[in-house]
């Protein structure tokens, strides 16, 4: 894999972007901003090139940088009887993208209404009237409007024509290959952390509220905070080395993601053991982040053989952890 750090990437922040929606004024500071435009599924390394260029641009220009993105993702529109495995959920999206630097968020709905705008239609009454673009940066296979009529070269012709700044952003290679989201998708699926984490430039991050479980893992010795994934979510069941931002703080565990085939078999779960925390977390938010796979998940014929395994992994887990240098999000 290329190293992550040659990736070109926005300037990093703590800080929250404005989230604008369809009908929101658009304060006068975003006049003219610069507007990267796409789904930004993942903001991975090839989203962080164009993020990059944009911030450039807006610092250029002397402008705010901005974003609009989709929701729900158009493939879950065109193709909605199938399960998509998202690798960032809107909020987790924005919060990323604030983290490389985005002031402010457009997000626009996906609906039959934006599917039939024509591209010259979107170009006037979306990007330049309704969130005052002064200038557009997209990927090179960004295309927009009925039919994806709206090409790059449409895109530059056309938004230059109307006074706006334009910047097409080459395809980001890794090893030859594009850095794209479907690529990570499979990383993911297959339980190869390192892959998925190399072609995003920073771990792959999931986000929800603790639950309730069986509370077998406190018998057990382990107890863990446990979250619902999105069901389409395409991660490989297994064992991974983890960090964990809940509770005001970042700490490291072990976790399981799958169906506890020693137990109960039943719907898939996170299950996060913290190295160096014991309370209550139910109800709250947390964010754990992927840091390496261990192995797959395992029915084992006794519970001692359980416990011996569990032990064995915290070991593998903290060595994971010890050495692993990919950039983090957390706290985000």
Same mark, same amino acid.
């Given at each position: ?89 809107? !909020?987790?999206?924005? #919060?990323? =993208? $604030? @983290?490389?630097?985005?002031? +402010? ?5 996906? *609906? ?81 952390? !390192?892959?998925?984490? #190399?072609? =995003? $430039? @920073?771990?792959?991050?999931? +986000? ?5 479980? *069986? ?85 084992? #014929? ?31």
């Amino acid at each position: 894999m290329t190293p992550v750090a040659t990736t070109p990437m926005a300037t990093m922040s703590s800080a929250k972007p404005l989230i604008l929606r369809p009908g929101d004024r658009v304060p006068p500071a975003l006049a003219g901003a610069v507007l990267a435009i796409g789904n930004f599924d993942g903001v991975h390394r090839g989203h962080q090139a164009v993020l990059a260029m944009a911030a450039d641009l807006a610092r250029r220009m002397g402008r705010k940088l901005a974003v609009m993105t989709f929701e729900p993702h158009p493939r879950a529109f065109f193709r909605p009887g199938e399960p998509f495995f998202r690798l960032t959920e809107a !909020a987790e999206k924005a #919060a990323i =993208l $604030g @983290h490389y630097g985005v002031d +402010a968020v457009f997000v626009r709905p996906f *609906d039959a209404a934006l599917a039939s705008t024509t591209a010259a239609d979107f170009l006037n009454r979306i990007v330049i009237g309704d969130c005052c673009a002064g200038a557009v940066v997209v990927g090179h296979d960004f295309h927009f409007g009925k039919g994806r009529e709206g090409t790059p070269d449409f895109l530059r012709r056309e938004g230059e024509a109307r006074g706006l700044t334009i910047a097409i952003v080459p395809a980001l290679r890794d090893d030859a290959a594009p850095v794209s989201s479907s690529t990570i998708r499979s990383a993911l699926a297959a339980g190869d952390i !390192a892959a998925a984490n #190399a072609l =995003l $430039g @920073h771990r792959w991050t999931v +986000a929800g509220e603790i639950v309730h479980g *069986d509370k077998r893992g406190r018998l057990l010795g382990y107890p863990t905070a446990n979250m619902i994934l999105d069901p389409a979510c395409g991660l490989r069941h297994g064992i991974y080395a983890v960090r964990i931002a809940v509770a005001g703080g970042v700490h490291q565990g072990v976790a399981s993601f799958g169906r506890r085939p020693t137990f109960d078999d039943g719907a898939p779960r996170l299950e996060t053991f913290l190295f160096d925390y014991s309370g209550d977390l139910y109800g709250q938010m947390a964010r754990v982040e992927l840091v390496a796979f261990l192995r797959g998940e395992a029915k084992f #014929a006794t519970v001692e053989d359980l416990i011996a395994q569990m032990d064995r992994d915290s070991a593998a887990a903290k060595a994971a952890l010890a050495t692993d240098r990919v950039p983090s999000l957390l706290p985000l």
